[in-house]
C-alpha cells in the first residue's frame, strides 16, 4: 500500500472520530438541558430571586412608611409660622431619604441577586476602580452633591419657598442632591445644577413683608394721608379674613422720597410666608377706595414747558407772531388763469 493510502485512510478515521465526539457532546448537550436536569439547579435559583425582591420591596415600603411617620410628626404644631418650617423641613427631609432609600435598596438588591449566580468579588472591585476614575472626570457631579448635601442639612431654602437663584425666581418644587427645581410664576420649569448655586435669595423664609410707595399730590396734607394709611392698617389688621394673614398692624414710616409729580410715603406690612403679594393687592385697592373717597389726589406725570422771559413776554404782546392772524389762503380755483 502506498504512502498517500495510508495518509487518506489515517486523515478519514481522524475526522470520523472528531464527528463522533461532536455527535456525542451535543447528544450530551441536550440530556443535559432538558427540564429534568435544570430544574434542580433554576428552581433555587429563582425563588432566591423571587425572595430577594420580596424582602427589597418590603424594606422600602417600610422606609416610606417611617419617612411618613416622621413627616406627620413634624406637622404637630399649632403656630402658623413654626409650622410651615418644620412642615417645609419635613417635606424636604422626606424627598432626600425617600431618594436615598430607594437607590441603596435597588444596589443592595442587585448585588445580592448577582452575587447567587457568581462570585461578585474581582466585581466590586472593578467597579471600585471603575469609580476612582469616574469620579476624576465627573468632578461637576461631585460638586453639585456636595452642595446639595450642605444646602440640605443647613436647611437655607425647603419645598413651597419663593427663592431667587441668580437671575432665575420661582418656588421650589423639588431638591435633590444633585438639583434644584424652581416653577416661575409662567409656570415654567427651571432645573438648576447645586453645585452652579453661589448665591439664594429666600423671599419666604420665616416671614415675609409687604412694601407699598405711595405717591400723593405736593398739595395734599402729607399728615393727613400718613393719618388715613394707619387707619387703613388698623382696619386691615382687624378684618378676620385679612388680619390672620399678617403677623403685627401695618406701620408707615413716613415720607420715603419726593419724585418728580408726587410725594412717596411708604407703607410696611409683616405677612405671613407667601402672603405678602396677596396682601399688597388687597392694601392696594382699600387705599384708592379710601382715597377717592376722601378726595386725596393720586397724581399722574405732569410736563410743564418753560419759554424763558424773553419768549413768554413775546408771546404775551399782541403784536407776537403767535398772536398774528395768519394770512389768508386764496382757493385753488381763484388762481388759475
Do not use: C
Not at 472528531?18 to 457532546?25: C, T, V
Not at 418644620?86 to 441603596?104: D, F, K, P, W, Y
Not at 460638586?143 to 413651597?160: H, R, S, Y
Not at 386691615?236 to 408707615?252: K, M, N, R, S, Y
Amino acid at each position: 500500500m502506498t504512502a498517500p493510502s495510508l495518509l487518506a485512510q489515517e486523515t478519514g478515521a481522524v475526522g470520523d472520530s472528531l464527528i463522533g465526539q461532536l455527535e456525542r457532546a451535543v447528544t450530551t448537550g441536550r440530556d443535559l438541558l432538558t427540564w429534568d436536569t435544570l430544574a434542580p439547579v433554576l428552581i433555587p435559583k429563582i425563588l432566591e430571586v423571587a425572595a430577594v425582591l420580596t424582602v427589597a420591596f418590603g424594606a422600602y415600603a417600610l422606609f416610606k412608611f417611617v419617612i411618613r411617620r416622621i413627616v406627620a410628626r413634624e406637622l404637630d404644631e399649632e403656630d402658623p409660622i413654626v409650622k410651615r418650617l418644620r412642615e417645609q423641613r419635613a417635606q424636604t427631609m422626606a424627598s432626600l431619604l425617600g431618594n436615598v432609600a430607594l437607590i441603596v435598596v435597588v444596589a443592595v438588591t442587585v448585588l445580592t441577586v448577582l452575587g447567587l449566580f457568581f462570585d461578585i468579588g474581582p466585581l466590586l472591585a472593578s467597579v471600585g476602580v471603575l469609580g476612582l476614575a469616574v469620579s476624576f472626570g465627573a468632578q461637576a457631579l461631585v460638586k453639585d452633591v456636595i452642595t446639595g448635601t450642605f444646602m440640605l442639612l443647613e436647611g437655607q431654602f425647603g419645598i413651597g419657598d419663593v427663592v431667587r437663584i441668580g437671575d432665575v425666581a420661582g418656588m421650589v418644587e423639588k431638591i435633590t442632591l444633585r438639583t434644584t427645581i424652581l416653577r416661575d410664576l409662567r409656570g415654567v420649569v427651571h432645573i438648576i445644577p447645586n453645585g452652579e448655586i453661589t448665591r439664594v435669595s429666600n423671599l419666604t423664609k420665616t416671614w415675609s413683608r409687604a412694601v407699598l410707595d405711595i405717591g400723593v399730590a405736593y398739595k395734599q396734607d402729607v399728615d393727613e394721608v400718613i393719618a388715613v394709611l394707619h387707619e387703613i392698617g388698623r382696619e386691615f389688621h382687624q378684618d378676620p379674613e385679612w388680619g390672620a394673614l399678617i403677623l403685627e398692624e401695618p406701620t408707615v414710616p413716613g415720607v420715603e422720597d419726593f419724585a418728580d409729580s408726587a410725594v412717596i410715603i411708604r407703607m410696611i406690612a409683616k405677612t405671613l410666608p407667601l402672603k405678602q403679594w396677596d396682601v399688597s393687592r388687597e392694601l392696594r385697592r382699600r387705599i384708592k377706595k379710601r382715597f377717592d373717597a376722601d378726595g386725596i389726589e393720586i397724581p399722574f406725570p405732569h410736563l410743564t414747558f418753560y419759554w424763558g422771559d424773553e419768549q413768554a413776554s413775546a408771546l404775551k404782546s399782541p403784536d407776537s407772531a403767535a398772536h398774528r392772524t395768519p394770512p389768508a389762503i386764496a382757493p385753488a380755483d381763484a388762481t388759475r388763469t
